[in-house]
């Protein structure tokens, strides 16, 4: 059980740990571990040493003075969520949450008595109204919104949350800790989705969620381990890997990003480009405010020509996969109509501005002007019906 003996060397990369029992010295054993006097593990569902080198990492990523690791993005939310409601309670949510999201509250914590309203949280005249009609525990926003990238004013809703004795939660998986720190910004709880840029290679699936108060960190670790979010080692080391290279390809994606909206958005037969880090943005000012370190490597356009211009950029752009994911390596191409927003209403996709010309692109850090390349292709062909 003794550790193995490296003697005066070391495994450059982290060990790989899949072990989900440990063999305990003894009962003073147990007894430290339990009592957090010694370091150690006792059963993985409550931690284990690939997580806790993971949310060491993220939580200097993120100025979190907590954090810990959970099997997916959803997870996080969840154990967020639980953490920080009980029946009877309000929450205020952003319109424009990533949609599994708002079917959690929508259709589970519903359920539990727990309800949910939903606001434009860009109108803090609205928020200010809806925190003053209802007791709220806590308000929900994400950094940069899907697929109009919306930029929330973080120390605005913060201070908007607090004055209202609300905890604010930030899922920041749109911008990743490399670009914003909510924490730092005044919110109470952020969240990341490991599944995207963070891991970066799209074959891990995975969510973290950090913290400043420490009683509220107890609380949302006992309840991520007594429900079952426990992230599996593999995943975890996988994303330690991952995350290597993380900081270098945020930069060259958040490049590539800004080159091809500058680009699109000159292009004849595309409507509108959506890029917070584009001076025509709603929220241009929030950005230039919040992301010294740029816009994001998301970025939406709209294509004239509806469904079949789309189906035909798809089709004529084989370096850009078609992928309702976002933060590969590669650009992958998204089409909110047809996937994160499929089972809106009509009324709610006209509400929502997603139309069937509109196109959701996640940009990656391959060469820019190949990718530049690609897309003039592809947009040539998108552009000119057969
Ligand atoms: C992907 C995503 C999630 C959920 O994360 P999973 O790891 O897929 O569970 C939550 N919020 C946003 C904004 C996301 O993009």
Redesign the pocket.
């Known amino acids: 059980m003794n550790a193995p003996e490296f003697g005066p060397s070391r495994p450059l990369t982290p060990p790989f740990v899949p072990a989900a029992v440990y063999h305990l010295a003894d009962l003073d054993a147990v007894d430290a571990i339990y009592q957090k006097t010694a370091p150690g593990f006792i059963y993985a569902r409550d931690g284990h040493p690939n997580a806790a080198e993971l949310s060491a990492v993220l939580n200097q990523l993120s100025a979190a003075p907590w954090g810990f690791i959970t099997a ?4 996080a ?1 969840a154990a967020a969520f639980l953490a920080t409601v009980r029946t009877g309670a309000n929450i205020l949510a952003s319109d424009r949450l ?1 949609g ?2 708002t079917r959690l509250l929508r259709s589970e914590f519903d359920r539990l008595g727990i309800t949910t309203q939903f606001v434009d949280t860009s109108d803090l005249v609205a928020v200010e109204t809806a925190l003053k009609a209802t007791p709220t525990a806590l308000v929900v926003v ?1 950094t940069i919104s ?1 697929p109009h990238c919306r930029v929330a004013d973080i120390p605005e809703l913060a201070h908007r949350a607090h004055a209202a004795g609300a905890k604010l939660l930030v ?1 920041n ?2 911008a990743s800790p490399g670009l914003c720190r909510p924490l730092e910004l005044g919110a109470d709880l952020v969240m990341e ?4 840029i963070l891991n970066g290679h799209s074959d891990v ?3 973290y969620l950090g913290g400043i108060d420490a009683d509220l960190g107890e609380r949302a670790a006992s309840v991520s381990s007594t429900w079952g979010f426990a992230a599996n080692p593999f995943d975890c080391w996988m994303t330690l890997r991952g995350l290597e290279t993380y900081e270098l390809r945020l930069r060259a994606a958040t490049t590539n990003a800004a080159r091809i909206a500058a680009w699109l958005n000159q292009q004849d037969g595309i409507l509108r480009t959506i890029y917070p880090g584009l001076p025509q943005h709603e929220d241009f000012a929030v950005v230039q405010k919040l992301l010294p370190r740029g816009a994001g490597h998301m970025l939406t356009f709209e294509l004239a020509g509806g469904r079949d211009a789309v189906n035909r950029l798809f089709q004529k752009t084989p370096g850009v996969p078609f992928c309702p ?2 933060g590969h390596t590669t650009s992958t191409f998204s089409h909110p109509d047809t996937t994160s927003h499929r089972g809106e209403t009509a009324e709610a996709k006209a509400r929502l501005g997603i139309t069937p010309g509109l196109v959701r692109l996640s940009v990656g850090c391959e060469d820019g002007a190949q990718l530049q390349e690609q897309l003039a292709r592809g947009l040539a062909a998108a552009l000119t019906p057969r």
């Open positions: 997916s993005g959803m997870g939310l990533y599994k999201t994400e899907n899922d998986t749109f989705s490991g599944t995207k699936t995975l969510g994911s976002l």
